[in-house]
């Protein structure tokens, strides 16, 4: 008999730390039937094949060796719900909390039907997240080691290089020249150091990335939208996962905390700022598509400057990524073009992507210019583009495998 079809007999709860979790069950009538145990994480594995049956629904909460767990979990039980802490902690606050109650809790709340569970995605989805979150990790790190440079600058009165980026190699005589003290000199070398190894890594992850960007389908449907990169491209398809589960593009703004918050009670009504309440990735990326988009697409540096006339710069630039993410649902659920974008403009998209990735990533041993015109045709539009401008060259497009528009 399918697992779906057995009514869950048993409601268990885990409170899962570093080194240990408390187990506790309750029954249909959410008595406490099981428990509490605690047990060490260790021996998750023997105490499930011990403890739990088929009829047993355990739930979580999420943290961060949540997917682990779940995966040892799901072949004994009827199910296992991974709950978002904020949804458990607005239905209870209690004054006491120990790892016993909150267990019970759970159970309590699972039994009851009262924790939306957070999805679980594949193992490809959580692998290509830990990567991207990896390499924001080395760009922070990154980031962190320049502003402490500048500071040295500013803290003795130095004038800063005249290249557009002081932190290239080419650029560490000049630092190591500087007039400091032995000891600040000592600093600013391991801060060079540390640069150096970000970039390294940074370097490392993206190939990586741009060999996955490359087989996926869904990033030439993202790049086409002006301010989407592949690797944010990439950052938003590993943050979306599985674009069916969001049946409207309200609900994937929500998901990304881009909504703003509503009361609607009585004769009070008014709305908010951004709830902030969803994937701080998806929203980071978002925002930065923003930024890129006003710089360089007419069409979105025209609506930000209308919102501009009603709103502060930074709101403006928000309702900017909320209404670009709209676009992503619809280019993503309909696979389909930008409508704000033309033709030439999707072909110079796909054009610099393709070297991004570099040709030898590009599938089946495409040229840059045969991925172009791919995926144009994919689109169906472009038929009638024989060259795109790319600087202060122009380069000829393979004719489109599409017949001719009247």
Same mark, same amino acid.
């Given at each position: 008999?399918?697992?779906?079809?057995?009514?869950?007999?048993?409601?268990?709860?885990?409170?899962?730390?570093?080194?240990?979790?408390?187990?506790?069950?309750?029954?249909?009538?959410?008595?406490?039937? /099981?428990?509490? !145990? %605690?047990?060490?994480?260790? +021996? &998750?594995?023997?105490? $499930?094949?011990?403890? #739990?049956?088929?009829?047993?629904?355990?739930?979580?909460?999420?943290?961060?060796?949540?997917?682990?767990?779940?995966?040892?979990?799901?072949?004994?039980?009827?199910?296992?719900?991974?709950?978002?802490?904020?949804?458990?902690?607005?239905?209870?606050?209690?004054?006491?909390?120990?790892?016993?109650?909150?267990?019970?809790?759970?159970?309590?709340?699972?039994?009851?039907?009262?924790?939306?569970?957070?999805?679980?995605?594949?193992?490809?989805?959580?692998?290509?997240?830990? /990567?991207?979150? !990896? %390499?924001?990790?080395?760009? +922070? &790190?990154?980031?962190? $080691?320049?502003?402490? #440079?500048?500071?040295?600058?500013?803290?003795?009165?130095?004038?800063?290089?005249?290249?557009?980026?002081?932190?290239?190699?080419?650029?560490?005589?000049?630092?190591?020249?500087?007039?400091?003290?032995?000891?600040?000199?000592?600093?600013?070398?391991?801060?060079?150091?540390?640069?150096?190894?970000?970039?390294?890594?940074?370097?490392?992850?993206?190939?990586?990335?741009?060999?996955?960007?490359?087989?996926?389908?869904?990033?030439?449907?993202?790049?086409?939208?002006?301010?989407?990169?592949?690797?944010?491209?990439?950052?938003?398809?590993?943050?979306?996962?599985?674009?069916?589960?969001?049946?409207?593009?309200?609900?994937?703004?929500?998901?990304?905390?881009?909504?703003?918050?509503?009361?609607?009670?009585?004769?009070?009504?008014?709305?908010?700022?951004?709830?902030?309440?969803?994937?701080?990735?998806?929203?980071?990326?978002?925002?930065?598509?923003?930024?890129?988009?006003?710089?360089?697409?007419?069409?979105?540096?025209?609506?930000?400057?209308?919102?501009?006339?009603?709103?502060?710069?930074?709101?403006?630039?928000?309702?900017?990524?909320?209404?670009?993410?709209?676009?992503?649902?619809?280019?993503?659920?309909?696979?389909?073009?930008?409508?704000?974008?033309?033709?030439?403009?999707?072909?110079?998209?796909?054009?610099?992507?393709?070297?991004?990735?570099?040709?030898?990533?590009?599938?089946?041993?495409?040229?840059?210019?045969?991925?172009?015109?791919?995926?144009?045709?994919?689109?169906?539009?472009?038929?009638?583009?024989?060259?795109?401008?790319?600087?202060?060259?122009?380069?000829?497009?393979?004719?489109?495998?599409?017949?001719?528009?009247?």
């Amino acid at each position: 008999m399918d697992t779906l079809e057995v009514v869950p007999q048993r409601f268990i709860g885990l409170d899962i730390h570093k080194n240990y979790f408390v187990a506790t069950g309750v029954n249909l009538d959410k008595e406490q039937i /099981l428990g509490p !145990q %605690r047990v060490p994480n260790a +021996r &998750l594995q023997a105490w $499930a094949e011990r403890e #739990l049956c088929p009829t047993d629904a355990v739930v979580l909460e999420m943290t961060t060796n949540t997917w682990k767990v779940v995966d040892t979990l799901e072949p004994f039980t009827h199910s296992v719900t991974v709950a978002h802490p904020p949804h458990v902690h607005l239905i209870t606050r209690a004054q006491v909390m120990t790892d016993k109650k909150a267990a019970l809790i759970l159970a309590q709340l699972h039994a009851a039907g009262l924790l939306p569970p957070v999805w679980v995605p594949p193992q490809e989805v959580r692998q290509l997240r830990a /990567l991207i979150a !990896q %390499r924001w990790k080395m760009v +922070r &790190l990154a980031t962190q $080691a320049k502003c402490r #440079l500048q500071s040295v600058l500013h803290k003795y009165h130095l004038e800063a290089p005249p290249k557009s980026d002081p932190y290239t190699p080419q650029m560490r005589d000049w630092w190591e020249a500087l007039p400091l003290e032995p000891l600040e000199q000592f600093r600013l070398q391991s801060d060079l150091d540390t640069v150096a190894f970000a970039r390294q890594q940074l370097e490392r992850l993206e190939q990586c990335l741009a060999y996955h960007a490359a087989r996926d389908e869904r990033v030439p449907l993202l790049v086409q939208i002006p301010g989407i990169g592949f690797i944010n491209a990439v950052t938003i398809l590993a943050a979306i996962g599985e674009i069916g589960r969001f049946p409207s593009a309200n609900q994937l703004v929500g998901y990304t905390g881009l909504g703003t918050k509503v009361h609607d009670s009585g004769q009070l009504q008014w709305r908010g700022r951004i709830t902030k309440m969803g994937r701080r990735d998806l929203r980071r990326a978002m925002v930065e598509a923003a930024q890129a988009a006003v710089r360089c697409h007419d069409h979105w540096k025209a609506e930000f400057q209308r919102l501009c006339q009603q709103t502060a710069k930074k709101k403006a630039k928000v309702a900017i990524a909320r209404k670009l993410l709209v676009t992503v649902w619809h280019t993503l659920t309909k696979d389909e073009g930008d409508r704000f974008a033309t033709p030439q403009q999707v072909a110079c998209a796909f054009f610099g992507m393709a070297y991004k990735l570099k040709v030898k990533n590009l599938p089946d041993g495409m040229s840059a210019l045969q991925y172009t015109r791919h995926h144009l045709d994919r689109l169906g539009i472009g038929q009638e583009l024989t060259h795109i401008p790319w600087g202060s060259k122009t380069f000829k497009l393979p004719p489109s495998q599409l017949p001719q528009a009247d």
